[in-house]
């Protein structure tokens, strides 16, 4: 009901005096205008900061998930800011690549990597192959005896349940991930690997899940891990991503910093030697809250007694978050950033399906009329890379803004586009 919390900005968002939005110093209404909608808008400098945070938490070796967010331009921003990066399919690694990432600072993972994938990332020299299964660890053996090394490490699943949506919840045992720890499966694939010499098993590796704000889990992590990865006496110990972002009203979460010091701690306190090299994969942490979506507002249709549909240019195709997850996000007008909200409506998209919900109950300003433009905040993760041309819907353009200038990183499809496969 009341205004929206500015925490929820991107970290160089400002509101001017008149009440309008300016992010990177770019007044964001104007670039609705110059570049239309729906239009994804990133803050450099967020970006960099949570990079270099997760640098200083972690340490060298701390890799970016680019599946939260990935296009060339980011790829060489996340180089650039020190981290690693983590790639879980040949096109994100193609991607990664093609802006001149050196391979050595990638790391591949998936739980079905094709022979061809696999030839690719060893071919380019990829700095970890993260072996997810015993038919990877065959495909493995066959690029061994066809001369090829790596550097390995063994995904395990930790038999750990975090506090978190079922779908992206990845630590337990009923899981299409890893070795399990429990079955002895973990053991084996470790002795298989150490018996390629042309495969250098530099670590362990477990990912239990995405959006935890509770550090505890994390702590279960590690403490279910300890007991294996000690008397392997492997250098690396790799905690993956999943540290989670607020969204909405009310929510807080760690910051990258108390995250590598809980796990650090909890790695000390389960015996896990000092020496070892402890790393992660935060995504949505780096990415999520650098950037907001801005729509038009083209229909409002009231209902009496009923609701208030908010129609906007965008919709499940460049979020569809709501609909797989039921995740929550806020609305504002960036024409009046601090303006109460005290109107309840439904914000949907323009898709031919009632699913198509952005925000079902957003409180939005009572002046909200036909032609404003209307911002979701924390969009940066899992937005753009999920998005679909659903309905033959283009996908919206991405910009970055820095110190008053703003650069197309990725320009807006056009029904070209949408043409471009077809015989
Ligand atoms: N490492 C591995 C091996 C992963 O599978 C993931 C995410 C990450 C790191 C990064 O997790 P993060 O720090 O972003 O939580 N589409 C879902 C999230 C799926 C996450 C998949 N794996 C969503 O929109 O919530």
Same mark, same amino acid.
């Given at each position: 009901?009341?205004?929206?919390?500015?925490?929820?900005?991107?970290?160089?968002?400002?509101?001017?005096?008149?009440?309008?939005?300016?992010?990177?110093?770019?007044?964001?209404? $104007?670039?609705?205008?110059?570049?239309?909608?729906?239009?994804?808008?990133?803050?450099?400098?967020?970006?960099?900061?949570?990079?270099?945070?997760?640098?200083?938490?972690?340490?060298?070796?701390?890799?970016?998930?680019?599946?939260?967010?990935?296009?060339?331009?980011?790829?060489?921003?996340?180089?650039?800011?020190?981290?690693?990066?983590?790639?879980?399919?040949?096109?994100?690694?193609?991607?990664?690549?093609?802006?001149?990432?050196?391979?050595?600072?990638?790391?591949?993972?998936?739980?079905?990597?094709?022979?061809?994938?696999?030839?690719?990332?060893?071919?380019?020299?990829?700095?970890?192959?993260?072996?997810?299964?015993?038919?990877?660890?065959?495909?493995?053996?066959?690029?061994?005896?066809?001369?090829?090394?790596?550097?390995?490490?063994?995904?395990?699943?930790?038999?750990?349940?975090?506090?978190?949506?079922?779908?992206?919840?990845?630590? $337990?045992?009923?899981?299409?991930?890893?070795?399990?720890?429990?079955?002895?499966?973990?053991?084996?694939?470790?002795?298989?690997?150490?018996?390629?010499?042309?495969?250098?098993?530099?670590?362990?590796?477990?990912?239990?899940?995405? $959006?935890?704000?509770?550090?505890?889990?994390?702590?279960?992590?590690?403490?279910?891990?300890?007991?294996?990865?000690?008397?392997?006496?492997?250098?690396?110990?790799?905690?993956?991503?999943?540290?989670?972002?607020?969204?909405?009203?009310?929510?807080?979460?760690?910051?990258?910093?108390?995250?590598?010091?809980?796990?650090?701690?909890?790695?000390?306190?389960?015996?896990?030697?000092?020496?070892?090299?402890?790393?992660?994969?935060?995504?949505?942490?780096?990415?999520?809250?650098?950037?907001?979506?801005?729509?038009?507002?083209?229909?409002?249709?009231?209902?009496?007694?009923?609701?208030?549909?908010?129609?906007?240019?965008?919709?499940?195709?460049?979020?569809?978050?709501?609909?797989?997850?039921?995740?929550?996000?806020?609305?504002?007008?960036?024409?009046?950033?601090?303006?109460?909200?005290?109107? $309840?409506?439904?914000?949907?998209?323009?898709?031919?399906?009632?699913?198509?919900?952005?925000?079902?109950?957003?409180?939005?300003?009572?002046?909200?009329?036909?032609?404003?433009?209307?911002?979701?905040?924390?969009?940066?993760?899992?937005?753009?890379?999920?998005?679909?041309?659903?309905?033959?819907?283009?996908?919206?353009?991405?910009?970055?803004?820095?110190?008053?200038?703003?650069?197309?990183?990725?320009?807006?499809?056009?029904?070209?586009?949408?043409?471009?496969?077809?015989?």
């Amino acid at each position: 009901m009341g205004p929206l919390p500015l925490h929820l900005l991107p970290s160089t968002g400002t509101v001017a005096p008149d009440g309008r939005l300016t992010i990177g110093g770019c007044d964001v209404l $104007q670039l609705a205008e110059r570049y239309g909608t729906p239009l994804f808008v990133y803050d450099e400098e967020h970006l960099r900061a949570r990079c270099r945070e997760a640098v200083a938490a972690w340490g060298d070796g701390v890799a970016y998930a680019s599946k939260a967010f990935l296009c060339k331009a980011m790829a060489a921003l996340v180089h650039d800011s020190g981290m690693c990066i983590d790639v879980s399919t040949g096109g994100e690694l193609a991607v990664c690549l093609a802006a001149g990432v050196p391979p050595e600072r990638l790391v591949l993972h998936g739980n079905n990597k094709s022979l061809a994938e696999l030839t690719e990332a060893v071919e380019a020299g990829v700095g970890r192959i993260v072996v997810d299964s015993f038919d990877e660890i065959d495909r493995l053996s066959a690029l061994a005896v066809a001369g090829m090394s790596a550097r390995v490490m063994v995904r395990v699943t930790p038999g750990v349940e975090a506090h978190t949506h079922e779908y992206v919840m990845t630590g $337990q045992e009923d899981t299409k991930f890893g070795f399990s720890i429990a079955s002895g499966a973990a053991a084996r694939a470790v002795d298989q690997l150490r018996r390629l010499p042309e495969m250098e098993v530099v670590g362990i590796h477990a990912h239990i899940g995405s $959006q935890i704000f509770v550090l505890a889990s994390f702590r279960k992590a590690i403490e279910a891990l300890a007991d294996f990865f000690t008397p392997l006496g492997l250098p690396e110990l790799c905690l993956g991503g999943g540290l989670g972002v607020p969204y909405v009203t009310g929510e807080a979460a760690p910051t990258i910093i108390e995250w590598a010091a809980a796990a650090r701690e909890a790695c000390a306190a389960a015996g896990i030697p000092s020496d070892t090299r402890l790393t992660a994969e935060p995504g949505r942490a780096i990415a999520a809250a650098a950037a907001v979506t801005l729509y038009r507002v083209g229909t409002v249709k009231d209902l009496p007694g009923i609701r208030s549909y908010v129609a906007v240019d965008g919709g499940m195709s460049d979020n569809p978050r709501p609909v797989l997850y039921g995740s929550g996000y806020e609305a504002f007008l960036p024409r009046s950033t601090t303006a109460d909200r005290p109107r $309840q409506v439904r914000v949907v998209g323009k898709h031919c399906e009632s699913g198509d919900l952005i925000v079902p109950d957003a409180c939005v300003p009572a002046d909200l009329v036909v032609g404003d433009i209307l911002c979701t905040p924390v969009t940066g993760a899992y937005g753009h890379s999920m998005a679909s041309n659903y309905n033959k819907v283009p996908r919206p353009a991405v910009l970055f803004v820095a110190g008053g200038h703003a650069r197309v990183v990725v320009r807006r499809e056009t029904y070209d586009d949408l043409l471009r496969l077809d015989a």
